[in-house]
């Protein structure tokens, strides 16, 4: 069974930066969806079908999808190699590294962050760890049209290769140096831990340097894709600074 994405943001995203790999487009009868949508699809040539907003709601299960669902033909990922190779031609030469995120709103959070700091791309292990699907398409807002990932057996394996490319690799911990007092080279990777035990120490010993945020607060800590968002950033602040 193929995919779905649902929203009409995701949808609008998804065909305007991957509209072949998009199979049909369905619309809830009677639901107001934006022109734009429906001038993509059929700029594609999708076949447009009107179906009732319960026959929707069965489909997508719970999802909110705002009248609109896209079948698309599944998602794509891409060679460590591939990823590690467009480091050298985008705005922020960064790979966003994720041990083991298993929440797949969190990974489409992190590909939106991803591509709005125009880094290189994301790298997930196989094994416990969410993956591409609707959840996280949606998430994403139609960033997964625009950021490629690779899926590794081994992450640790993985940031052995990119090291070996000349990468340097940072993790994220509590107990590590505050982010913005820390010298941080390029290419980089930035490993991201998992939701409720950080990186595990396999991936951990593969890192040059450990950094952190610093709270001030009661919170320890911030969700996954919000500390990606700052430390991306922060990169992007310097990267930026250096080239200008």
């Not at 941080?184 to 990777?189: C, G, K, N, S, T």
Request: aromatic share 4%; charged share 25%; glycine share 12%.
């Amino acid at each position: 069974m193929s995919p779905w994405v649902y929203g009409r943001r995701a949808v609008e995203e998804f065909l305007e930066h991957a509209p072949e790999g998009a199979l049909r487009l369905l619309v809830a009868r009677g639901a107001r969806v934006p022109g734009e949508i429906i001038r993509r699809a059929r700029e594609a040539a999708l076949p447009v079908e009107e179906v009732s907003r319960p026959e929707l709601d069965r489909r997508s299960g719970g999802v909110r999808h705002q009248g609109v669902a896209l079948e698309v033909g599944g998602w794509s990922y891409r060679d460590l190699d591939e990823v590690a190779a467009r480091a050298d031609t985008c705005a922020l030469p960064l790979v966003v590294a994720l041990d083991c995120v298993q929440d797949p709103r969190n990974l489409g959070a992190v590909l939106r962050v991803v591509d709005a700091v125009g880094a290189a791309g994301v790298v997930l292990p196989k094994d416990r760890s969410a993956g591409l699907g609707p959840v996280a398409v949606r998430a994403s807002a139609g960033a997964v049209a625009s950021v490629p990932v690779a899926r590794v057996v081994n992450l640790a394996r993985a940031l052995d290769a990119l090291r070996g490319r000349g990468f340097w690799v940072y993790g994220t911990s509590a107990g590590g140096e505050n982010l913005f007092g820390a010298e941080v080279r390029f290419p980089a990777v930035l490993v991201l831990g998992s939701e409720h035990r950080g990186m595990r120490p396999n991936v951990a010993a593969r890192c040059d340097r450990t950094l952190a945020l610093p709270m001030r607060g009661a919170v320890g800590s911030l969700n996954v894709a919000a500390a990606c968002a700052v430390v991306c950033y922060e990169l992007l602040r310097r990267r930026s600074g250096s080239a200008g």
